[in-house]
C-alpha cells in the first residue's frame, strides 16, 4: 500500500489532524447557485466511484451498497443545497457513508473556530460517560473545569449528539470502540460543518450541574492555530520518532510514526543498520501509534534488517495476500507518477512490474489485473517461525491504519508476536490512492484503484492482546505499562 501524491491526503487527516490542514477558502458570493454545484459534484463523485473504485469494479458489498444508499439520500438533498454550509454537509455526509478512509474528500476543511473545551469518552465508566479532558484557562467566557462530565448539548444526550450530528460527516464507523472517543475530541471545534452545540450541561466536579454557552472564538485570529498544535497531542497520540531507544535492557524501542518517505525517508534509511546490528534475543517493541500508512516498503525492509530478507519476503506473502489493480489509464497514470517519486524509490521495480501487468490486462480487455500474487490464495494465513532474532511487539492504537495494518499483518505471521494498545478502526483492503479533482473546484475525491484479498475481513478492526486503559497520547506512561506487561509474559 502507498500513500496518495497529493500533499494532505492522507487517511490521517481524517482525524484530528484537520487540525492543522490548509486554510478554508474563501466563501463565494451569495449568488452561487450550490444546489448546482452539489448536484454536479455529487453525480461527479458516484460516477468515479463506480468507474474508479476498486471495491466497486470488483463488486464489493463494502462500497456498491454505500454509494446506492448515499445516492438514494443525496440526490434529493441536493435540491435543497442553499449554502456553502449546506453543500459541505452533503458532500462529507456522502462520503463518510463509505466508512472507508481510503475512500475521502478533500474540501479544504480547515478549523475556523473553538469553543475553548475538548471532551472525550471516559472509557473507564460505565455508560459511556463524556468528560472535559482540556477547558482552556483564560477563556474570555466561564466554561466548566476538567474533569466536569458532559450531560446533554443543545438538549439532547451527548452521546446522541455526536451519533447525529457529528457520526455522518466522518468516515470511522461507529461500530469501533474509539469512534465516540474520536468524534468527541472534535464537537467543540467549528469546521464549517455545523455540528459545534450553542451550550451543553456538565455535571462539575463537586457534583453541582450548570449549563455553559460555549460561542466560538476564531482560528486563526482569537486563537491562534499555533495554540491548537500545541494542545493536540495531549489527546492524539503520536510514536517516537523514527529510530531506537532502549526500553529496558532487553527491549528495544522502534519509533514508527509513518511510512511517509518524503517526511522520514532519512531516519528510515538510517534505521535499518541500527536494526541489523540489534541483540538476538530479547525484544523488539515497534511503536505504531498514529501511523496512518503510506509506502508499506519501510516496514518490510524494517523485518528485513531484522531477520533477513529471504523470511522478511516470507511474512508479507504468508496472509496468503493477492494484489488487485483496477486496468485502465487512471491506474496507469498514477503508478507512473509513483515511478517518478522520490519518496517511492524503494518501491520503484515493483511499481514496474505493476504498470507492465496492468497494460497487459488492459491490451485483453480485462476491467482487473493481479499484480501481486495467486488469484487462487489461501484464504487463512500462514505462520513463518522466524529463525533467529529477538521477539516482536507492536503498540497500535486507532490511527494505525492502511500500511500500518499491512505491518501488523507482517508481523503476526510470526505466530508468538504480541499487540498492546487499543484497537484500530476496520481493515480496508483498499491502496493506491488517486485524486481526482472535483469539477466545481472546491475540492477533490480520493479514490482506491487497488485491491488486497487477504484472510482479514472487510472492515474488521485490529484488537490488541493486552488493551491499554489509560491515554494512548501519554508516551511515559505507555512505555512502562508495556515494559511490565512483556515481563509478565513467558518468553
Not at 389 to 410: E, K, Y
Request: net charge positive; aromatic share 8%; glycine share 10%.
Amino acid at each position: 500500500m502507498r500513500a496518495p501524491l497529493t500533499k494532505g491526503a492522507r487517511a490521517a487527516a481524517l482525524c484530528l489532524a484537520m487540525l492543522g490542514s490548509a486554510a478554508h477558502a474563501d466563501a463565494a458570493p451569495e449568488s452561487t447557485d450550490w444546489a448546482a454545484i452539489a448536484r454536479q459534484d455529487l453525480n461527479f463523485a458516484a460516477e468515479a466511484i463506480r468507474t474508479r473504485h476498486a471495491g466497486y469494479v470488483d463488486g464489493q458489498p463494502s462500497v456498491t451498497l454505500p454509494l446506492a444508499a448515499g445516492l438514494r439520500a443525496g440526490l434529493p438533498e441536493a435540491d435543497a443545497v442553499r449554502s456553502e454550509q449546506d453543500y459541505l454537509r452533503l458532500m462529507m455526509r456522502f462520503i463518510g457513508g463509505f466508512g472507508d478512509p481510503h475512500t475521502g474528500i478533500d474540501l479544504h476543511l480547515a478549523v475556523r473556530g473553538w469553543t475553548g473545551l475538548v471532551i472525550d469518552r471516559d472509557s473507564a465508566a460505565k455508560g459511556g460517560r463524556y468528560r472535559v479532558v482540556w477547558s482552556e484557562p483564560g477563556w474570555p467566557t466561564p466554561l466548566p473545569p476538567n474533569g466536569s462530565v458532559v450531560q446533554s448539548c443543545d438538549g439532547s444526550w451527548i452521546g446522541t449528539w455526536l451519533q447525529l450530528q457529528v457520526a455522518p460527516f466522518m468516515n470511522r464507523s461507529v461500530e469501533y470502540g474509539a469512534t465516540f472517543s474520536s468524534l468527541a475530541q472534535q464537537v467543540m471545534f467549528d469546521l464549517g460543518l455545523g455540528w459545534t452545540p450553542s451550550a451543553c450541561r456538565f455535571e462539575l466536579p463537586d457534583g453541582s450541574r450548570k449549563t455553559f454557552a460555549l460561542p466560538l472564538r476564531s482560528v486563526p485570529g482569537e486563537v491562534a492555530q499555533a495554540r491548537l498544535d500545541a494542545l493536540q497531542p495531549r489527546w492524539r497520540a503520536a510514536a517516537s520518532p523514527v529510530g531506537v531507544r532502549t526500553l529496558a535492557p532487553d527491549k528495544r524501542w522502534v519509533g514508527m510514526p509513518n511510512f511517509n518517505g518524503a517526511r522520514s525517508g532519512a531516519a528510515y534509511e538510517a534505521l535499518y543498520p541500527q536494526l541489523a546490528a540489534l541483540p538476538k534475543s530479547g525484544w523488539v517493541v515497534f511503536d505504531l501509534r498514529g501511523n496512518g500508512g503510506g509506502d508499506s516498503t519501510w516496514g518490510s525492509r524494517a523485518l528485513a534488517a531484522l531477520y533477513g530478507q529471504t523470511y522478511a519476503r516470507q511474512l508479507s506473502a504468508a496472509g496468503g495476500a493477492s494484489k488487485y489493480l483496477i486496468a485502465n489509464e487512471g491506474t496507469v497514470d498514477l503508478i507512473r507518477r509513483y515511478i517518478a517519486a522520490p519518496e517511492f524509490a524503494a518501491s520503484k521495480t515493483e511499481s514496474e512490474t505493476d504498470l507492465a501487468r496492468v497494460e497487459a490486462a488492459m491490451r485483453a480487455g480485462e476491467r482487473m489485473a493481479l499484480v501481486a500474487g495467486k488469484a487462487d490464495a489461501e484464504a487463512g494465513p500462514a505462520v513463518v517461525r522466524r529463525p533467529h532474532g529477538p521477539r516482536a511487539a507492536a503498540v497500535i492504537d486507532r490511527n494505525c491504519f492502511s500500511s500500518c495494518m499491512n505491518f501488523l499483518q507482517q508481523l503476526a505471521a510470526m505466530g508468538d508476536t504480541v499487540v498492546l494498545g487499543e484497537p484500530t478502526l476496520g481493515y480496508s483492503p483498499f491502496g493506491e490512492i488517486n485524486i481526482i479533482a472535483l469539477p466545481s473546484g472546491h475540492g477533490a475525491l480520493r479514490i482506491p484503484t487497488a485491491l488486497f484479498r487477504t484472510a482479514q475481513a472487510t472492515r474488521e478492526p485490529f484488537v490488541p492482546d493486552y488493551p491499554f486503559a489509560g491515554n494512548m497520547a501519554d508516551g511515559e506512561a505507555v512505555r512502562k505499562w508495556v515494559n511490565t506487561t512483556l515481563d509478565g509474559i513467558k518468553k
